[in-house]
């Protein structure tokens, strides 16, 4: 039955909300209510409203196309395009439902109408050892990226082109590169064995500088160009493209902390999704701009004290 799916959704973000502090439960409930508060804004007109019934269609297609309980879903459910369309519907639900207090409100039966077609997509992007090249173009010890490319190289490629191609385009390239960096978020959600973390440094303290300034390199060298060309086209936009690119090192530093804050070997982190999506969307929420710096500092400390169970101290 389709409530079935829903009840398992229900489980793992329960699961992983008694995982969070009081802190970050309340910053949670605060980010939840302004992005609710930022929808019923956005259909108040149009085209507004527009493209936020499209950014949301766009979210289900690529929830749709990486899920990785589709093949289950749609083998062992009885309804299976019900359940998925009802479990992204509900999910949806508080962007969505503000349209019907708005003059738009027809967005709603609009966006529900596109969303089932959603649920009929099967194509999915599998996990192969591929590329090999970026193992010799990526440095050994970041692994994270070499794996994470590997995996996700063609939907990369396309977005960064995007951004590239498209950067006369006032703040979409800073879209993209945000979209991209999202995606980057995913390659800390594993740990690597015991072995491989201890070859990368001699105690917590180098371990973690070294992955900080590691990744610095690479997210210059990534959004560098396209903040470049922007502010070519938008030269007023070029210290946005700055501010973007430090928030955007905190909540990737962020998300390593938070890696390792929780390390065990070989384990997949999962429970850290939740917080790193709040992390990334403070990125676009100028309410919560100094929120990923604060969430660097809290966390460094927990990641060090961490470490020290697998790597000898400072």
């Given at each position: 039955?389709?409530?079935?799916?829903?009840?398992v959704?229900?489980?793992?973000?329960?699961?992983?909300?008694?995982?969070?502090g009081?802190?970050?439960?309340?910053?949670?409930?605060?980010?939840?209510?302004?992005?609710?508060?930022?929808?019923?804004?956005?259909?108040?007109?149009?085209?507004?409203?527009?493209?936020?019934?499209g950014?949301?269609?766009?979210?289900?297609?690529?929830?749709?196309?990486?899920?990785?309980d589709?093949?289950?879903?749609?083998?062992?459910?009885?309804?299976?395009?019900?359940?998925?369309?009802?479990?992204?519907?509900?999910?949806?639900?508080?962007?969505?439902?503000?349209?019907?207090?708005?003059?738009?409100?027809?967005?709603?039966?609009?966006?529900?109408?596109?969303?089932?077609?959603?649920?009929?997509l099967?194509?999915?992007?599998?996990?192969?050892?591929?590329?090999?090249?970026?193992?010799?173009?990526?440095?050994?010890?970041?692994?994270?990226?070499?794996?994470?490319?590997?995996?996700?190289?063609?939907?990369?490629?396309?977005?960064?082109?995007?951004?590239?191609?498209?950067?006369?385009?006032?703040?979409?390239?800073?879209?993209?590169?945000?979209?991209?960096c999202?995606?980057?978020?995913?390659?800390?959600?594993?740990?690597?064995?015991?072995?491989?973390?201890r070859?990368?440094?001699q105690?917590?303290?180098?371990?973690?500088?070294?992955?900080?300034?590691?990744?610095?390199?690479?997210?210059?060298?990534?959004?560098?160009?396209?903040?470049?060309?922007?502010?070519?086209?938008?030269?007023w936009?070029?210290?946005?493209?700055?501010?973007?690119?430090?928030?955007?090192?905190?909540?990737?530093?962020?998300?390593?902390?938070?890696?390792?804050?929780?390390?065990?070997p070989?384990?997949?982190?999962?429970?850290?999704?939740?917080?790193?999506?709040?992390?990334?969307?403070?990125v676009?929420?100028?309410?919560?701009?100094?929120?990923?710096i604060?969430?660097?500092?809290?966390?460094?400390?927990?990641?060090?004290?961490?470490?020290?169970?697998y790597?000898?101290?400072?």
């Amino acid at each position: 039955m389709p409530p079935n799916l829903l009840r398992v959704r229900f489980l793992q973000f329960r699961r992983e909300w008694r995982t969070l502090g009081l802190l970050h439960k309340g910053l949670f409930c605060l980010l939840f209510l302004t992005l609710t508060a930022i929808s019923y804004s956005n259909f108040q007109e149009q085209p507004n409203c527009w493209f936020l019934v499209g950014g949301l269609w766009m979210a289900a297609v690529f929830t749709q196309l990486f899920r990785p309980d589709k093949s289950f879903v749609l083998l062992h459910l009885a309804k299976p395009h019900q359940a998925i369309f009802l479990e992204y519907a509900v999910i949806s639900l508080p962007f969505i439902l503000p349209a019907l207090f708005s003059p738009n409100w027809f967005c709603l039966f609009i966006f529900l109408a596109g969303l089932f077609p959603i649920t009929f997509l099967r194509t999915s992007f599998q996990i192969q050892t591929r590329f090999v090249f970026l193992g010799k173009i990526l440095p050994p010890t970041a692994f994270e990226w070499i794996a994470g490319f590997r995996k996700n190289f063609p939907l990369l490629v396309v977005v960064y082109a995007l951004a590239l191609a498209l950067s006369w385009v006032k703040m979409l390239p800073l879209l993209l590169l945000w979209l991209f960096c999202g995606i980057i978020l995913g390659f800390y959600q594993f740990s690597e064995p015991l072995l491989l973390l201890r070859t990368c440094g001699q105690n917590p303290a180098t371990l973690l500088k070294k992955k900080l300034l590691e990744m610095g390199e690479l997210l210059l060298f990534i959004c560098l160009p396209v903040i470049f060309l922007h502010a070519v086209f938008h030269p007023w936009l070029g210290l946005a493209g700055l501010a973007f690119l430090m928030l955007q090192f905190c909540v990737l530093a962020f998300a390593i902390l938070l890696k390792y804050s929780t390390y065990e070997p070989n384990k997949t982190l999962n429970s850290n999704l939740l917080l790193l999506t709040f992390a990334q969307m403070s990125v676009v929420l100028p309410f919560f701009i100094l929120l990923p710096i604060a969430l660097v500092f809290r966390q460094y400390r927990k990641a060090k004290q961490n470490l020290t169970l697998y790597l000898p101290p400072c």
